[in-house]
């Protein structure tokens, strides 16, 4: 007697194929011991019939399953749990115990308890996800993407995949962005100059763990990204926070004793905000003249859609003092974690020391996969895609703010892809966050980015590189409401 079809039924979730979901389904009845050896499975056609689905899309995952040794074919009788099939642990629970540690003096350092940005796991089921950094599925290129993935995989590349790279990166990836990526900032480095990272915000701790000890002073702008003062706080450096204008970062807020200058010159986060050429150069002075280093964390330069980008701050360093962080994650997905660090040799030399003792390289088959997409064109194209729907995302968002009265406190110039609002004075965006995402609207409250222990509360981000332009008008709307109430 076969397994009856009412103990299969599809995730509506699920982020696989329906074949991949129900060969998930078998191998994970199999693997937690409800199907067991000699088993029968449900006839192709009955489970088809049961989920709604193609018999050929259930026929493929049997066949898959067979060729994994999961399952077994046999004849006109049908599929059955292979003898052969991986078999459960059989365990006893381990009996409950309290920990005898004192965990308050065991802990040498304290790493948690920072305010960070926070968004809900499954942020893709509300109707108005005004959120920033996550990517609409549609704007993305899945089909190149996959193929370069599978290139990378090839008999060919076989040594990207499996080799240790210790304290190297891929070639060809590192070539891409030295003869592409940079010349279109401006910047000009050697080999030896660059240093793959897992995502920016990898590429800023290993700026601080390399630049900053407890007697060393950071300058940051306020506000600003919430890891990156987290990353400082865990340097032990001492901080101040500089409060930025409409043009960024303002260099004569910068106190005598700063020793490191840490920046977002050409999208402020997450005021949006482009530092003028004039200003860049003055930044460059005040750094010369305190004999400190700069940070510049270029992210969503690619993303500058009204204007063309200015040059990077890096691209004007004639001292050196310059250490640019690049990313990819962003234009192409955020959970690729991929990005850049970009200095003179001694300091790379340290950071790839540090990166070696911590995690050695990024995976050498995601470094492949990206160099092939990168240099095979799908990455301009890419972003000829993405700056031309948040274009018009933009140009929805502009026209619904004016109609629903919302106040922007920061608009970048060149592009980006989110608004810095400001809500009426005694607002709690804390508080109304929680009131919008009951009628499934997402926004970011804008607390989170400044420094101090009084932050404003008013504050708050709409992103709009998640929502389809024809639901930000409605989505808008609520959120006036909610605001006003």
Known sequence: MALPVETFFLQPHHQGTLQNQVQQMVAHGILSGRFGAGEKLPS???????????????????????????????????YFVSGNAPVPPVFRPQTTTEDAVDWTRAIGQRFAGGVTLSKPQDWARYKYPFIYGQTDPQLFDHTNWRQCALQALGQRDFASLTSDYFDQDDPQLIEFIQRNTLPRRGIAASSDQILITLGAQN??????????????????????????????????????????????????????????????PSHQCPTTATMPMTRRQALLDKAAELDALIVEDDYEFEMSFLEPPSPALKSMDQDGRVIYVGSFSKSLFPGLRLGYLVGSEPFVREARALRTSVLRHPPGHIQRTAAYFLSMGHYDAQIRKMSAALQARREAMQA????????????????????????????????????????????????????????????????????PHTRIADGLSIVRDVLNA
């Not at 489970?47 to 060729?67: D, F, K, M």
């Not at 940051?220 to 409409?246: K, N, W």
């Not at 989170?448 to 929502?467: C, E, H, K, Q, T």
Request: with cysteine; net charge neutral; charged share 20%.
């Open 44 to 78: 192709t056609r009955k489970l088809a019939a049961h989920l709604g689905i193609s018999r050929i899309t259930v026929t493929l995952a049997y066949t898959e399953l067979v060729a994994s040794d999961y399952l077994v074919s046999r004849g006109r009788s049908g």
């Open 203 to 264: 590429a800023l701790w290993l700026a601080a763990q390399v630049l900053l000890t407890q007697r060393r002073t950071a300058a940051f702008e306020d506000p600003c990204y919430p890891a990156l003062r987290d990353i400082l706080t865990q340097s032990r450096c001492h901080m101040v926070p500089v409060r930025v204008d409409g043009d960024g970062l303002p260099p004569d807020g910068l106190p005598p004793e700063t020793d490191v200058i840490f920046c977002t």
């Open 400 to 467: 619904a703010i004016d109609v629903a009265g919302l106040s922007v406190a920061g608009m970048g110039a060149f592009g980006g892809s989110s608004f810095w609002m400001r809500a009426p004075q005694g607002v709690d965006t804390v508080e109304r966050a929680k009131a919008l995402e009951a009628r499934s609207v997402l926004i970011e409250p804008g607390h989170a980015f400044f420094a101090g222990d009084a932050p404003p509360r008013n504050f708050y981000r709409l992103g709009y590189s998640s929502i």
